[in-house]
């Protein structure tokens, strides 16, 4: 069993090549473009019934089976991707009858919810909740829970409908007193998981369908989450007691990393422990995800391998066990997979580890290039949706690149001497051993961030050029703590008193850890924010790196060759990047943040955020930078904010890293806000803005700058302001650019009300535009239904959420325009063409 841990962690291993590791692959990328298949027909609206897939596949087969030399490898692949096309179509795009989503009532108005009543049992929670963003702290609410609940049935008027599905459940007011394993009923506002709002995100019904996750419920007090008595039978039983142990048996083994839910060592520790994720934890993980150490902090093969390893060393000090060995070590992987989340990284890392675990030990001959693809495979069937995952693609791409090219790049890097013959386990006492192990993390990390890095760049837009140093600085670091942690969570469970001295020491471990992510993180240029590029680049260049790493030599003029080529793409794409499409001389992106306003515009190669906040403060950490970058707008260098409304800037810290901001205009009435509440939320945010190095100006009525071709002139508020509410102090602008069917012209309003709009309503003033923001997220009043017949716009925007959608107050005033809201139709767009046309839609129609 030594031997096979050995081998099993040794990248090095992986042997010639066979026809069955060739066979295997083939057979993933079957599997893969099954589902892909299944996918775009859905997308297309030729959505085809699993049956109808089943079916094909069996008849191809059947073609197969009557072919007198056995069914070609074309035939079994054909049947293979038919298959998994079906089992895609079947688990993530059917929906069975009784399933929680297809029984939720139609809400009463659009874009809201529907009063639901759900009986079911507790699967995770209750936990307080916490949201994201540097502002999130102002935002001042109270407490909410959250917990998940297993559906079991519907309660209506109609009485008791049997469901399955799993129910989100969010809490204001209080923690309800439930503990997980416990029959409850739950009445609240539920919503259907609703298709993407923003251009760049993956569609949530798909990944739902796949997790079983039936609806969201909005609970207004712990009150309407009432415990009932526990289903009978023994089944039911087992459930409880299996929910209820795990859940004491998480608290014993959480309790070693400390009681303060604010400090981010326990928040680390909680995360590369059990899986966990606090919002002390949110500023390391952004910075580990910053120097490309994310795999880290999140479980993974590696910290499950080093979890093997430690628990082969505690039964080898027991005696040789034989063949009693794998068992036991394997056994132990699954308990403690058993106590995590059942989040998908980590199911993919057991089913990886035991395979490979289970291969070892049968002491036959394998390949670990065919077994990585038919785990691979087999993750798929269980999880459709996988393959779309980031997580999978690395966790998979990174370890086929480890075990097809591992040896072949060591070989290169170092010499030869420091290798051990295969099946010759060295001695750890000796510092050969050390010395391999240390070249082995540096040829290993070099392979893994060259082959990883232009996928990180199309997906999430960052390249971390101080990852391989981190990597081999870290890595020895967590995998020390990672043994000191399993130790401690043994002895916490097993002696709760001793818990506090392995707090302590544990602490210390991750507050060392911490400090020196940091250090790197403080380094100029060690994090890069890159647009994104194209598919077709992004495999160039995997393919090109890989190329030079393996079989590059300095005198291959094909190479070369290959290499300029792909260098000249990249560099076209680079320069490109940001710009509009040709004929399109303005355009305004208005982005679903619920409860908020950002706008993106546009003008040949320049961009500026108009407004960036919700009252959802974690819009700034994903959601907008996000969108953005999807949009193409990769640098952002200027922002707007238009008044001090927290729904309107609570996300422009998160984004000003990200999207390279360097300049910020406020309207006056906000920085007198900073300045009169040093405590608040406007005071951190220009504060934090300074201390970035970032611009920070103002704006007020008369004043004008450019944006490309487009001029923008500031309205409102005039000085000295007339105004007292800081919504009538909002900016308001109006952009202009001349179009070969004459000047067309964009108003910006913010959150204005009567008396700014009657200021701006006077007598000859020349208010005409053809794209108009809605004031004040749609708010309805004379005055503003006024301005939009003054204006006369063909197209209006409105940023709200679901409580002002769709108003029919506002129906006599939408005939004729093109009025789009965001709750309902998604993030919006507007352009103004060259020839001076102007068109609209948005994320949803």
């Known amino acids: 069993m030594r031997e096979a841990v050995w081998v099993l962690f040794d990248g090095d291993q992986a042997g010639a090549t066979t026809p069955a590791a060739w066979r295997a692959t083939g057979a993933f990328a079957c599997a893969a473009f ?87 049992v507790v699967v995770e929670g209750p936990e307080r909740l916490s949201s994201g963003g540097a502002l999130a702290g102002y935002r001042v609410l109270g407490e909410s829970f959250g917990l998940t609940v297993a559906a079991r049935a519907v309660v209506g008027e109609s009485g008791v409908i049997g469901v399955r599905g799993r129910v989100r459940v969010t809490v204001s007011g209080g923690a309800p007193a439930v503990v997980v394993g416990q029959r409850v009923r739950v009445q609240g506002v539920a919503r259907a998981v609703e298709s993407p709002g923003n251009p760049g995100e993956s569609d949530a019904r798909l990944w739902a369908a796949q997790e079983g996750l039936g609806a969201r419920l909005s609970v207004a007090s712990a009150g309407l989450v009432t415990v009932l008595e526990p289903e009978p039978g023994a089944r039911a039983w087992v459930g409880r007691a299996w929910l209820t142990g795990r859940a ?22 909680a995360a590369l422990m059990l899986g966990e994720r606090e919002r002390a934890g949110e500023e390391v993980r952004s910075a580990f995800a910053r120097q490309g150490l994310a795999h880290v902090l999140a479980i993974s093969g590696f910290h499950l391998a080093v979890m093997a390893g430690a628990a082969l060393f505690v039964v080898r000090l027991t005696g040789d066990r034989g063949r009693l060995e ?53 993750v798929l069937l269980v999880r459709p949706m996988d393959l779309f995952s980031l997580g999978y693609q690395l966790t998979f791409g990174i370890t086929a690149v480890l075990v097809w090219f591992g040896s072949a790049v060591h070989e290169r890097m170092f010499p030869a001497a420091l290798s051990f013959r295969r099946h010759e386990p060295p001695d750890v006492f000796q510092g050969r051993w050390w010395a391999q192990r240390a070249t082995q993390l540096v040829s290993a990390s070099v392979l893994c961030w060259l082959a990883a890095t232009p996928l990180a760049a199309w997906t999430v837009g960052i390249v971390s050029p ?11 670091a967590i995998t020390v703590l990672l043994w000191a942690g399993y130790a401690a969570m043994v002895v916490g469970v097993l002696v709760p008193p001793a818990g506090g001295v392995a707090a302590v020491v544990l602490g ?43 079989r ?41 943040v619920g409860d908020g306003t950002c706008h993106l515009v546009r003008s040949g190669r320049e961009a500026v955020l108009w407004d960036c906040g919700s009252l959802s403060p974690s819009v700034g950490v994903r959601t907008i930078p996000r969108a953005v970058r999807a949009l193409g707008a990769w640098r952002v260098r200027e922002v707007v904010v238009t008044h001090p409304n927290y729904d309107h800037y609570s996300g422009l810290v998160d984004v000003a890293g990200p999207l390279g901001v360097e300049r910020v205009s406020f309207s006056r009435a906000f920085l007198a806000a900073a300045a009169g509440r040093p405590g608040g939320a406007e005071a951190a945010l220009v504060g934090a803005l300074r201390g970035r190095g970032i611009e920070v100006r103002e704006l007020a009525a008369g004043a004008e700058f450019r944006v490309g071709a487009a001029s923008v002139r500031v309205l409102s508020p005039p000085e000295p302001s007339p105004f007292a509410s800081d919504n009538d102090n909002s900016l308001v602008a109006r952009l202009s650019v001349v179009t070969g069917g004459g000047e067309r012209r964009v108003m910006l309003c913010g959150d204005i009300q009567r008396g700014a709009i009657a200021a701006l309503m006077t007598p000859g003033a020349d208010l005409a535009a053809d794209i108009l923001e809605l004031p004040h997220h749609g708010s309805v009043q ?64």
Not at 90 to 99: H, K, N, P, Q, T
Not at 251 to 268: C, K, L, T, W
């Open 34 to 120: 099954g589902e892909l298949a299944a996918l775009w027909l859905w997308r297309s609206g030729h959505a085809v019934p699993s049956v109808v897939w089943w079916g094909s596949a069996l008849l191809v087969l059947a073609v197969g089976a009557a072919c007198r030399r056995g069914a070609p490898a074309a035939v079994l692949g054909l049947a293979l991707m038919l298959l998994v096309g079906g089992r895609f179509t079947s688990r993530i795009l059917e929906r069975r009858a009784d399933d929680l989503a297809a029984v939720i009532p139609a809400p009463v108005e659009p874009g809201g919810g529907s009063i639901l009543t759900v009986e079911g």
């Open 248 to 269: 004491w048996l998480r608290g014993r083994a959480g309790a070693v990393f400390g009681e303060d839910p604010d400090s981010p060592r326990r928040a680390m520790l």
């Open 326 to 378: 794998p068992a036991l070590v394997a056994s132990l992987v699954v308990l403690y997979v058993a106590l995590l989340p059942a989040q998908a990284p980590i199911l993919r890392s057991a089913v990886m580890v035991l395979a490979w675990l289970g291969a070892e030990s049968l002491g036959r001959r394998y390949d670990k290039r065919a077994l990585l693809a038919w785990v691979a495979i087999a």
């Open 466 to 476: 101080a990852a391989v140093v981190a990597t081999v600085v870290v890595v020895p």
């Open 508 to 550: 210390w471990l991750a507050g060392l850890v911490v400090a020196v992510v940091g250090a790197f993180d403080s380094v100029p240029l060690t994090t890069v924010y890159v647009p994104r590029l194209s598919v077709g680049l992004t495999a160039a260049l995997t393919v090109l790196v890989l190329v030079w790493l393996v």
């Open 552 to 592: 590059g030599r300095l005198r291959s003029p094909g190479l070369w060759a290959a290499t300029l080529v792909v260098g000249g793409w990249l560099a076209g794409e680079l320069y490109n990047a940001g710009r509009l499409e040709r004929g399109v001389l303005l355009r305004i992106d208005t982005l679903d």
């Open 782 to 845: 004379p005055t503003a239904m006024a301005l939009v017949e003054a204006v006369g716009p063909g197209v209006v925007v409105q940023s709200t959420g679901p409580s002002r959608a769709l108003d029919v107050r506002w129906n006599a005033h939408r005939e004729g325009r093109m009025w789009w809201t965001t709750a309902t139709d998604g993030g919006a767009w507007a352009e103004i063409r060259g020839d001076g046309s102007v068109a609209s839609g948005s994320v949803r129609r």
